[in-house]
């Protein structure tokens, strides 16, 4: 069973935010996890954008602008990745991720379309 | 600067083995670890596991467990990921990643090697 969800596909228009969820099926609590979110774009591997489990434990990583930022919502169980004043540069494909038992789960990732 | 420069393209029969490797350079090798990432064509992210540079400890995906084997050499600075019993399902972009520690924890996959494209056909 999926323990990470992400919407397939998203699309906005330059200059305007993005927000991409990676919810959490029922039992896992999202204030438990650290999300980490990716970008990939095609051809190219995957690209570390920033780590969020908290305003007070969170990390970008290294290079990336700070219009990429991190949040929750509690009440949808999700994470969030929040990319304000949209790029055509930021289309790309966005996975999330968190550590699960010493384990890796990847989110089925979302196609971002910059239009 | 920190890089991971992985091995070149592969082309096996099924039921062959390919061992992949991923050459580290730019920080001290043993104060990471190595994940190791799939990704068949058109489609998402898989983990494979990973192992501890340090001590060589590894947690493989259960998919995989029976048939892969992740290893390290510290004097060449180099991870290695072996994968057995080949089948046209195992065609696939692989990746290998740093992984980072925070509190005693593994933390961000940060750095990733350019990838490695397996291809599986008889």
């Known amino acids: 069973q999926v323990v990470l969800t992400q919407p397939s596909s998203l699309s906005a228009s330059p200059g305007t935010s993005a927000s991409l969820t990676c919810t959490l099926r029922?039992?896992?609590?999202?204030?438990?996890?650290?999300i980490y979110w990716y970008q990939q774009k095609p051809g190219s591997p995957p690209q570390y954008l920033l780590r969020?489990?908290?305003?007070?434990?969170?990390?970008?990583g290294s290079g990336v602008p700070s219009r990429f930022s991190g949040s929750k919502d509690a009440s949808a169980n999700a994470g969030i990745l929040l990319i304000s004043g949209l790029q055509s540069e930021d289309e790309a494909d966005y996975y999330c991720?968190?550590?699960?038992?010493?384990?890796?789960?990847f989110g089925g990732g979302t196609k971002l379309t910059v239009l | 600067q920190v890089q991971l420069v992985q091995s070149g393209a592969e082309v096996k029969n099924p039921g062959a083995s390919v061992k992949v490797s991923c050459k580290a350079s730019?920080?001290?090798?043993?104060?990471?670890?190595f994940g190791w990432v799939r990704q068949a064509p058109g489609q998402g992210l898989e983990w494979m596991g990973w192992?501890?540079?340090?001590?060589?400890?590894?947690n493989y995906a259960q998919k995989f467990q029976d048939r892969v084997t992740m290893t390290t050499d510290t004097s060449t600075s180099t991870a290695y990921m072996e994968l057995r019993s080949l089948t046209s399902d195992d065609t696939a972009v692989y990746y290998c990643?740093?992984?980072?520690?925070?509190?005693?924890?593994?933390?961000?996959?940060?750095?990733w090697g350019q990838g490695t494209t397996v291809s599986v056909s008889s």
């Open positions: 990643a740093r992984i980072t520690t925070n509190n005693n924890n593994w933390d961000a996959m940060d750095v």
């Open positions: 730019g920080y001290t090798f043993t104060y990471y670890g």
């Open positions: 192992i501890s540079a340090y001590n060589g400890r590894t």
């Open positions: 029922s039992g896992f609590n999202v204030d438990t996890y650290r």
């Open positions: 969020y489990k908290s305003d007070s434990d969170k990390q970008q």
């Open positions: 991720m968190i550590w699960l038992s010493s384990a890796v789960v």
